[in-house]
């Protein structure tokens, strides 16, 4: 028997794709010499699947610590926050580590690699937690390596590589997992402009290949990489705009 939908008959329902994360009126507040500091206000945000957006605004618009909550770093005081449509604040310590680990890839300014490991060992850091063979673990590791152009890298310690490379070991890293999203904290902040292009490119490639990217960054030239520039003042989203191209005329 043929089957009927809403839409006629023979035809399957559509498929609703979630939001990769979904914000529903976030806020966070800090005590500071006795006053409330609001540092988020009521933030509503939906970022899909493959989306490449930029998180902008002046010092102390709320970028980092809406970075942080996107990265379950830390919790909101009201409203709530949905990965992959689950939500956050229904998870306990042990789940929402392996949140952390699986489902988000973090990049930070400072790289953060262990200085004693190869950028291979680096690479293989967050699929310690995870079950499967040392030669699968190397198998990924390597991989993703070669996805940023470092395989000739992977025995090299973090104090034998540049600069560019030892953010490209950080991403790699934030790859291995194969995660929902990869945030990425002021990427390029202590990179000369050439290598902050290289990184860049990267980033778009990675976008091209089907990621789904935030970056929090201050520069012009940053933002004018992603398709979508969401800008914060006083912990409230006052700009939220697509862009052709990856162009757009928001100033930070």
Known sequence: MMAITADGPGTEPPVIELPVIELRGISKFYQMAGETFTALADIDLKVGRNDYLALIGPSGSGKSTLLNMLGCLDTPDQGQYLLCGQPVASLDETALAQVRNQQIGFIFQSF??????????????????????????L???MAVLQRVGLTDKAQHLPSQLSGGQRQRVAIARA????????LGDEPTGNLDSKTTASIMALFDELHAQGQTIILVTHEQEIADHCRRVVRLVDGRIVADRQQQQGRSALAV
């Open 112 to 137: 953060n690699l262990l200085p004693r490991l190869t950028a291979l060992q680096n690479v293989m850091q967050p699929l310690l937690y995870r079950v499967m063979s040392k030669q699968e673990r």
């Open 139 to 141: 198998s990924r590791a």
């Open 175 to 182: 790859l291995v997992t194969e995660p929902a999203v990869l």
